[in-house]
T-cell receptor, first 113, second 117 residues
Framework: DSGVTQTPKHLITATGQRVTLRCSPRSGDLSVYWYQQSLDQGLQFLIQYYNGEERAKGNILERFSAQQFPDLHSELNLSSLELGDSALYFC????????????FGSGTRLTVV | AQSVTQLGSHVSVSEGALVLLRCNYSSSVPPYLFWYVQYPNQGLQLLLKYTTGATLVKGINGFEAEFKKSETSFHLTKPSAHMSDAAEYFCAVSPWGNGGSQGNLIFGKGTKLSVKP
């Protein structure tokens, strides 16, 4: 157990739908990162939050949004889902803002049918 | 732009043989470099990292990597492979070098390591 908790582990939904992925960071960590892992694109950085504020943005689609709540958990919202959104979505956390290596959760596998 | 290239999407070694996984990077700033391992159906686990200082970095499970600035490389090695080392390995670079205020990473495509008995 890495200390980063992601729910649900698996999600199957239809095209056009909206889903919410949840992440609880490791105790004491203030930064949360979201990554998408797919066979064709590999691991792609989506977005970083630090203590409730957006800190960095990567290749995140406009249909996707995220937020970090006062208790530091984070949610990634994916809407108007397409088949190509099927992927593993990972959350990671770290104590601060800079990069000294962070801890990944075990991921949410999203399948869009 | 920063990037990471991992040579060889699949590497197969015999148990007890040397493991060498190659990683080359490009970075416009002094890089922070990382190796992560991913076992099937699990998240990524940090193996080792180079930030500053000693260029030979030791990590968990007997792995080590050497930062070679002149070759822009950060290859991962282990003297003797175990069956339990079979996994996918990812090299990553921090595009912000010393971290700054943003901590996102750029990952290579990964190398799947198989270990034959």
């Amino acid at each position: 157990d890495s200390g980063v908790t992601q729910t649900p582990k698996h999600l199957i939904t239809a095209t056009g739908q909206r889903v919410t992925l949840r992440c609880s960071p490791r105790s004491g960590d203030l930064s949360v990162y979201w990554y998408q892992q797919s066979l064709d694109q590999g691991l792609q950085f989506l977005i970083q939050y630090y203590n409730g504020e957006e800190r960095a943005k990567g290749n995140i689609l406009e249909r996707f949004s995220a937020q970090q709540f006062p208790d530091l958990h984070s949610e990634l919202n994916l809407s108007s889902l397409e088949l190509g959104d099927s992927a593993l979505y990972f959350c990671a956390s770290s104590p601060g803002t800079g990069n000294y290596g962070y801890t990944f959760g075990s991921g949410t596998r999203l399948t869009v049918v | 732009a920063q990037s990471v290239t991992q040579l060889g999407s699949h590497v197969s070694v015999s148990e007890g043989a040397l493991v060498l996984l190659r990683c080359n990077y490009s970075s416009s700033v002094p890089p922070y470099l990382f190796w992560y391992v991913q076992y099937p159906n699990q998240g990524l686990q940090l193996l080792l990292k180079y930030t500053t200082g000693a260029t030979l970095v030791k990590g968990i499970n007997g792995f080590e990597a050497e930062f070679k600035k002149s070759e822009t490389s950060f290859h991962l090695t282990k003297p003797s492979a175990h069956m339990s080392d079979a996994a996918e390995y990812f090299c990553a670079v921090s595009p912000w070098g010393n971290g700054g205020s943003q901590g996102n990473l750029i990952f290579g495509k990964g190398t799947k390591l198989s270990v034959k008995p």
